[in-house]
């Protein structure tokens, strides 16, 4: 089936269909799923991306997986018409932001915090409150351990950076000297 429809027209109209009957969460956690599931069976993958097997047969096999995870209907339509569409590829290309504008559109970013020691949970509420505040919605924050930045804090927020690492000032006040 040939269509100008692009994969940005689709994921529009998915979060507002999600957003008219309030399934925004649901379908953005549905979506983090099927990513993750796809991540983990690359055979699963190759069946949905290659046109070897019959559209028909691909849009079973998401249906099926929809069944099994418990995705919502929306997500399970909208993972069929991506298929019907020939948008697949893209959607697999795009996965970062298209995950990253669901999140957007329910309120919720993610972020990654690095630093040099495994933090208490005490440490992660103040870093979650801290960046909610900065950002001004609800972060999700996992933690990553990386000696290397020798003290500090790292912290990746969708397309932002904020590097507080003693590793990133040493190089800086390095470059001043050396200017000098």
């Known amino acids: 089936m040939a269509s100008i429809a692009t994969l940005r027209d689709l994921s529009e ?7 008219d009957e309030n399934k925004l969460d649901k ?4 979506i983090e799923d099927f990513f993750s599931v796809l991540s983990g069976t690359p ?3 190759n069946v949905l991306w290659s046109s070897t097997f019959e ?6 096999v998401t249906r099926d997986l929809s069944s099994n995870r418990g995705y919502d209907n929306l997500t399970s339509n909208f993972l ?13 290309n795009s996965e970062e932001p298209f995950v990253q504008k669901l999140r957007k559109a329910s309120g919720r970013i993610r972020a990654e915090v690095i630093m040099a020691a495994t933090p208490s949970e005490e440490d992660l509420s103040r870093i979650k409150a801290k960046l909610r505040e900065v950002m001004g919605q609800e972060v999700e924050v996992t933690s990553k351990v990386d000696p290397e930045i020798i003290g500090g804090i790292i912290a990746k927020v969708e397309d932002k950076v904020f590097d507080g690492s003693i590793k990133t000032q040493l190089e800086r006040i390095k470059g001043v000297l050396s200017q000098s």
């Open 43 to 45: 055979e699963l993958k």
């Open 13 to 19: 109209a998915l979060v507002q269909s999600a957003k």
């Open 27 to 30: 379908v953005t956690s549905d």
């Open 80 to 92: 069929c018409l991506v298929l019907e569409l020939d948008k697949f590829k893209s959607l697999l």
């Open 55 to 60: 559209l028909d047969e691909r849009k079973g």
